[in-house]
């Protein structure tokens, strides 16, 4: 679905797992690397598009995962000129996105990509929480690194980052005094 400003309107997943490493998986037969994300399809709510999304490019069913989190606003990036396909009417010119964050609450073994007609990943890995900012296609960099940034905080509780904002304050205290 493409709004009237020419986003198509898509969800992306931050899969984690126990020790908040990310989901990162290889587009098919590319060396291109990403988190799952897609669209969203007429008369589908954001959060059932994610978990269509989810099962279709990874195999993984709502009972999988836990939801953590979602971006509160649409984040948007645009395709370079050389994506744009002028031909297609309504004309696409970006990607207008909410983010979900979820943590994986089965084994690795459920994870599969055999369960859509046209798999989207041939391979993937658990990686550190920022790698994918450094290793995402550039024009999507920006809303990965504001994606990552807001939904990041919800992976440490609420002690343990009152905890550390006071470790930080002791630890700047003794550098100063």
């Known amino acids: 679905m493409i709004d009237e400003e020419g986003y198509r309107l ?11 490493r990310v989901f990162w998986a290889r587009r098919i037969g590319m060396n291109s690397w990403q988190f799952p994300q897609g669209g969203i399809n007429v008369h589908e709510d954001p959060d059932t598009a994610m978990y269509r999304e989810l099962h279709e490019e990874v195999g993984l069913r709502r009972e ?17 000129e050389r994506y744009i396909r002028r031909e297609s009417h ?69 002690p343990a980052r009152a905890s550390a904002r006071g470790y930080l304050s002791a630890q700047r205290r003794l550098v100063v005094g």
């Open 64 to 80: 999988h995962v836990q939801i953590i989190g979602r971006t509160r606003d649409w984040l948007r990036y645009h395709l370079p």
């Open 90 to 158: 309504p004309l696409c010119i970006g990607q207008k996105q909410l983010w979900y964050i979820l943590r994986l609450m089965s084994s690795d073994n459920d994870i599969r990509f055999d369960c859509s007609d046209k798999p989207e990943f041939d391979a993937w890995c658990w990686v550190d929480y920022w790698r994918p900012l450094r290793e995402v296609v550039y024009f999507k960099r920006e809303v990965y690194r504001q994606a990552l940034s807001e939904l990041g905080s919800l992976l440490v509780p609420e």
């Open 10 to 20: 898509n969800v992306g997943i931050i899969l984690c797992n126990d020790e908040d």
